[in-house]
């Protein structure tokens, strides 16, 4: 059996959701699993639940945080006292630090995953927790080598790091919902929380300039968060709001039906590590790129390591070159589609699920040797 303890798992829409879903349901083809999860929405919850009861249980735990983490600890105490566990995996240090500490004098199979941003290190105190976890811990799977490097930053002497890139599913078997989108084209798409390392402040900018050459520009702008009433108001100021749409969280249905619709994903991340957030790869780099949709980003993070430059999209390392970066594909439909090609090869072979999760379970079973 495989114990999965986690504070982020749909029906709540995020990356890190994303990941763990799959790797719940990949790892249920071959293992028994169990995921110990946060309470987002009870009905929600329940909905998607029951959608996979049939692949692994899910139980929930709801309330304040500290009796929150302390009840799982109590359930996952009931499943290693009755069953045989071959691994516990953790969806980050925060999801390990009460049972690493609890269990410590058993010897159990424990690996954290680690995202990005919460190993940026804030204080004295914040670097003693995570390293207290990860001395202790099995293996440690960073999503990139940039926040492999992040966590070398804690100390060094850590040995039990390994990278796993984030892994994308198929939408084959998705049913497409369609979207009321505004028209127009070339179609730029945003798909990800709103907030500002997103970088969508900088491409509506660039939608002012574009416009110009391409009058029917459109700009969709896919998910929530707290820079949305600013973001609004700044299409609406820079006299672009004709061509920038907002639609808000989507589901995969939505999502693939807007994919379908669109040119080139965009997405040019900030370095927003002083406020502990950065991009640690970007899964929706390589979604898009299912759907031979080149994309463009920033150097920073591991944004690079999601967006192969010159291969599957174009990384720039001045926010300054997007709007030249943009051009320069909309213009060359032949480096377009070379790029969008390439993107799909690699997401469909090198970053599938079937594939990836290859090496979770080899890592599941090193620990167990």
């Not at 973001?231 to 807007?258: P, R, T, W």
């Amino acid at each position: 059996m495989i114990v999965i303890l986690t504070q982020c798992f749909p029906s709540k829409i995020g990356g890190i959701e994303n990941l763990i879903f799959n790797l719940s349901y990949y790892l249920s083809k071959n293992n028994k699993v169990i995921v110990l999860a946060d309470q987002h929405n009870i009905i929600k919850d329940t909905i998607f639940d029951n959608k996979f009861k049939n692949n692994f249980l899910v139980k929930r735990f709801g309330g304040i945080k500290y009796f929150r983490k302390r009840n799982k600890i109590r359930e996952l105490e009931k499943i290693i006292n009755f069953k045989e566990v071959k691994a516990i995996i953790c969806d980050s240090w925060k999801s390990l630090e009460v049972p690493i500490k609890k269990f410590k004098n058993i010897n159990l199979p424990f690996i954290c995953l680690v995202h990005g941003n919460e190993v940026i290190i804030k204080n004295n105190r914040h670097h003693t927790r995570i390293l207290n976890c990860f001395n202790n811990v099995n293996k440690i799977v960073s999503n990139s080598e940039f926040t492999k490097n992040l966590v070398k930053k804690i100390n060094p002497e850590l040995k039990n790091i390994i990278v796993i890139n984030p892994g994308v599913s198929n939408f084959d078997e998705i049913i497409e919902e369609e979207v009321k989108l505004i028209d127009g084209k070339p179609t730029l798409l945003t798909l990800a929380r709103l907030e500002k390392r997103k970088g969508h402040e900088h491409i509506l900018k660039a939608i002012v300039k574009l416009k110009k050459k391409y009058h029917n520009i459109r700009y969709i702008i896919a998910g929530e968060g707290k820079e949305r009433s600013y973001l609004e108001s700044l299409a609406c100021s820079l006299n672009i709001s004709e061509n920038v749409m907002f639609i808000g969280s989507i589901n995969d249905g939505q999502k693939k039906f807007i994919l379908k619709k669109t040119n080139l994903m965009i997405m040019p991340t900030l370095d927003e590590s002083k406020k502990s957030s950065i991009e640690g790869f970007g899964i929706t780099y390589i979604e898009a790129a299912l759907f031979g949709i080149p994309s463009i980003a920033s150097n920073v993070g591991g944004t690079k390591e999601a967006v192969l430059h010159n291969e599957t999209g174009i990384i720039i390392d001045n926010l300054d070159k997007l709007e030249i970066a943009i051009v320069d594909l909309i213009e060359d439909n032949i480096k377009m589609k070379k790029l969008g090609e390439k993107a799909k090869e690699r997401a469909e072979i090198q970053l599938s699920w079937t594939n990836i999760i290859k090496d979770y379970n080899k890592l599941i079973d090193e620990v167990n040797l």
